[in-house]
């Protein structure tokens, strides 16, 4: 290298040195970089610029202390430096010191106040202190400037935390939100369902179906002068029904209401095409959450007869109202109709259009799916075998959208440095394609992601059921996905593949296994000495109040088959007030497929951090740390300031225990093999 050479000649050119750690910077190799800069200070140590890249380097190499000197110098030499100030505020939230984070956040707007890179940090800073008032009124500031993806999912982010009123301004943004996936849907739900209820005629159609529950209402009853033409027109209400389940009970109640009362005008006026927007989004509503709604046995017989109808009108050819398409639609799947294909032949409202891709067009393709999905290993396992009906049965997560990292990483190390900036991560040599395990993928989401977070990897993606695999490798390629591999196969026998993998990502199986701990040790097997794995395990303790709930749905004798969770799930709401609700966290009792996995699974084990953290030092594993909320680090941060890597599963136990829903999702986090 030329530098090098120069070097030689003159060992005191500062230049040299400054362009030799550039050089090296590009080659990825930091610890280098990061002794030519030093260099460079030793010969010139007011270059700004040099302080600036050597604190960079030094945060991505895990060493905060000496990255946040090297801002604190670059500034004390410029001190209208904005960026300086960020990095040092980013460096600080690293490390927990949210309010000088905070401080330095805010002295860089004072110089660039429409950088949207710090505003969105000061967002983020804002959102861990516990202050979403604060972390939305920056994302709106960041997100007049520029629409980018960071502000966009803080934006996100903000809401999901948010409490009180909303503000009615935010509805055009939320319909883009939910339409573009800015975030998970359900974080932007309670604010979405908020808002409905703020119109006026919306408002007095849902408390006129709650008054009356669980009685019927005529169309006229339930959506007076005004109603339906409401509903018709919010087109918040649509991109809601249309992107996730509604997870209010309330809401729920209208609705149920509001389909009776489709499915009447639809058996005694057949061509009339008044709310044809609003039944249609009902329609895919009750699609998405499986069609979990409260139906009693009149509407079962109604149902059926419209059924018969649309039956003789396929076989004769004869028109079919698009209001019985939409009726229909919202109590069975169109695709269960013989003949189903024939309805893609006709011309439709585009409200239709919508429906029939949802339910017959993609089905159809699924179907075709199906036959071709590989079966790598064989399935005997008596649990597997339950588990695997029970998933072919209801597919699980069933979802419309998945919001996509739009941050992509170099390497496992880039990406984990990133979450766990205190981490020992060596950088792994180059060379190889990224090899990665997703085990227990269900229906895509986790595979998907992750092909997002590292395009150039390959992911090997399996699961029990051939059902969930399916809708995943329909949802992988309507995304233009490429890079999954996705297989029918048994984790316990992944040894008999012969292959081997830098990362493994369990997310969401070893808790539904016979054995949790004999399915972790099967997956350690398959990976790599200094591999990575990420891995989802059931509390003890965050889920003791399901596991009574639990006990009481078996003691009571409920069923696991649809009937019997939609007939459970509505004497349980018609005794509870407050449903389903854990900090802040909408119910999984809202889609028949995640009811049964929280309360009827056939498997499921719970564990405590005592005892992972016997199993890692048994098997000579390395915790890097959890994946939890930035809030939630932080309030453990403040609990033990002495833990800053925040690693210590004693305390991290302790504070579970004084903290019981800090893990009501699950445990998840990050371990490195040795």
């Not at 993606?461 to 995304?479: G, M, N, Q």
Request: hydrophobic share 45%; charged share 20%.
């Amino acid at each position: 290298m030329h530098y090098r050479k120069a070097l030689e000649l003159r060992p005191n050119y500062a230049d040299a040195h400054r362009n030799l750690g550039g050089a090296l910077l590009q080659q990825g190799k930091l610890a280098d970089a990061a002794a030519s800069y030093r260099n460079t200070l030793s010969f010139s140590a007011n270059n700004v610029e040099v302080l600036l890249n050597l604190g960079n380097i030094l945060g991505e190499l895990g060493k905060p202390d000496e990255a946040i000197d090297c801002y604190r110098k670059a500034l004390i030499l410029r001190s209208d430096f904005p960026l300086a100030y960020n990095n040092l505020g980013a460096t600080l939230f690293s490390v927990g010191r949210l309010d000088e984070a905070i401080a330095c956040y805010l002295r860089a707007l004072q110089i660039a106040p429409n950088l949207v890179m710090i505003l969105n940090n000061l967002a983020s800073a804002y959102l861990a202190q516990g202050n979403p008032v604060a972390a939305l009124d920056a994302t709106k500031r960041s997100l007049r400037i520029e629409e980018s993806d960071d502000a966009k999912a803080i934006f996100v982010s903000c809401l999901g935390h948010a409490q009180g009123v909303p503000d009615q301004q935010l509805r055009p943004i939320l319909v883009r939100a939910l339409a573009e996936c800015w975030g998970w849907p359900h974080a932007l739900a309670r604010v979405c369902i908020d808002l409905v209820k703020l119109d006026v005629h919306i408002r007095e159609c849902v408390a006129r179906a709650v008054e009356a529950w669980p009685q019927p209402l005529s169309a006229q009853t339930l959506f007076g002068a005004n109603g339906l033409a409401a509903l018709a027109a919010d087109s918040l209400l649509s991109a809601l029904l249309d992107a996730a389940p509604i997870c209010d009970v309330e809401i729920e109640r209208f609705l149920t209401t509001a389909r009776r009362a489709l499915l009447d005008t639809a058996c005694e006026a057949s061509e009339s095409s008044d709310g044809i927007g609003f039944y249609s989004a009902l329609a895919r509503q009750c699609f998405i959450n499986e069609y979990v709604f409260s139906v009693t046995s009149e509407e079962v017989r109604k149902a059926a007869d419209l059924r018969n109808r649309l039956v003789a009108a396929l076989e004769a050819g004869t028109p079919v109202p698009p209001r019985w398409l939409a009726a229909a639609a919202a109590y069975f799947p169109l695709s269960s109709l013989p003949h189903s294909d024939r309805l893609l032949q006709g011309e439709w409202p585009e409200q239709i259009r919508t429906i029939l891709a949802q339910q017959v067009r993609d089905p159809a393709e699924e179907h075709r799916i199906g036959a071709t999905v590989a079966r790598v290993t064989a399935i005997e396992d008596d649990v597997s075998l339950l588990v695997q009906r029970q998933y072919e049965e209801n597919p699980y997560p069933r979802w419309v959208r998945v919001p996509l990292p739009h941050k992509k990483a170099a390497s496992v190390e880039e990406y984990l440095r990133q979450m766990f900036p205190s981490a020992d991560l060596d950088r792994s040599p180059e060379g190889g394609k990224l090899e990665i395990l997703v085990a227990g993928c269900g229906t895509g989401q986790q595979p998907i992601r992750t092909a997002y977070q590292f395009p150039k990897a390959r992911i090997l993606a399996i699961d029990l059921s051939r059902s969930s695999l399916v809708y995943a490798i329909r949802k992988t390629r309507e995304l233009g996905v490429s890079s999954i591999e996705y297989a029918q196969a048994d984790l316990l026998k992944l040894g008999s593949l012969g292959r081997q993998f830098d990362v493994v990502e369990a997310g969401g199986v070893l808790h539904h296994l016979a054995d949790p701990w004999t399915g972790w040790r099967a997956l350690l097997s398959v990976l790599r000495p200094g591999g990575f794995m990420f891995v989802g395990l059931y509390s003890s303790i965050a889920r003791q109040q399901l596991v009574g709930l639990r006990k009481s749905i078996s003691a009571e004798g409920y069923g696991t088959t649809a009937d019997e969770i939609r007939r459970w799930r509505q004497d349980f709401l018609n005794a509870n007030k407050e449903v389903g609700l854990a900090d802040g966290r909408p119910s999984d009792l809202f889609t028949i497929s995640s009811c049964r996995d929280l309360l009827f699974h056939v498997q499921e084990h719970h564990v405590t951090l005592t005892e992972i953290e016997t199993f890692l030092a048994d098997n000579d594993i390395t915790f890097l740390g959890f994946d939890v909320a930035p809030n939630i680090l932080q309030s453990y941060r403040v609990r033990f300031p002495d833990d800053r890597a925040a690693t210590n599963l004693a305390q991290w136990q302790a504070f579970e225990r004084e903290n019981p829903e800090t893990f009501f999702g699950m445990y998840q986090f990050w371990i490195r093999k040795s």
